[in-house]
C-alpha cells in the first residue's frame, strides 16, 4: 500500500519560511518523480515543483520560481519543499505526488495533504 505523508505546514508571517516534508513507503521511491501541487480556497489544484527521480533536474511553476527549492533524499524516501519569502498568495494545501515524467507530472499516488496560511 502506497503512502504519502507530508508534514512541516503551519502558520507563518509574510515573508516567512517554511519545509515541506513527504516520506513515502510502499513503493520503489527512487523509480518516481515527485512533485507538490498546491490548492487554494475556492480554486484548482495546481502544480507547484517536480523533480525527476535522481534529483539532477526539477521543474516550477512561475509563480515560486527563484522563491521555492525542491529536493529528494532517495536514502531516506522523502521529498522536501523548501519555501521562502512567503506571500499570503501562497496560502493552500500542499499535496506531495509521485507519478512519472517530471517534466509533466501526472501523479499516480497523493498525499493528503498540509494547509500551509501565511498571514498578510
Known amino acids: 500500500q502506497v503512502q504519502l505523508v507530508e508534514s512541516g505546514g503551519g502558520l507563518v508571517q509574510a515573508g516567512g519560511s517554511l519545509r515541506l516534508s513527504c516520506a513515502a513507503s510502499g513503493l520503489t521511491f527512487s523509480s518516481y518523480a515527485m512533485g507538490w501541487f498546491r490548492q487554494a480556497p475556492g480554486k484548482e489544484r495546481e502544480f507547484v515543483a517536480s523533480i525527476i527521480w535522481s534529483g539532477h533536474n526539477s521543474l516550477y511553476a512561475d509563480s515560486v520560481k527563484g522563491r521555492f527549492t525542491i529536493s529528494r533524499d532517495n536514502a531516506k524516501n522523502t521529498v522536501y519543499l523548501i519555501m521562502n519569502s512567503l506571500k499570503p498568495e501562497d496560502t493552500a494545501v500542499y499535496y506531495c505526488?509521485?507519478?512519472?515524467?517530471?517534466?509533466?507530472?501526472?501523479?499516480?499516488?497523493w498525499g493528503q495533504g498540509t494547509q500551509v496560511t501565511v498571514s498578510s
Open positions: 505526488a509521485a507519478g512519472g515524467d517530471y517534466g509533466a507530472l501526472k501523479p499516480l499516488y
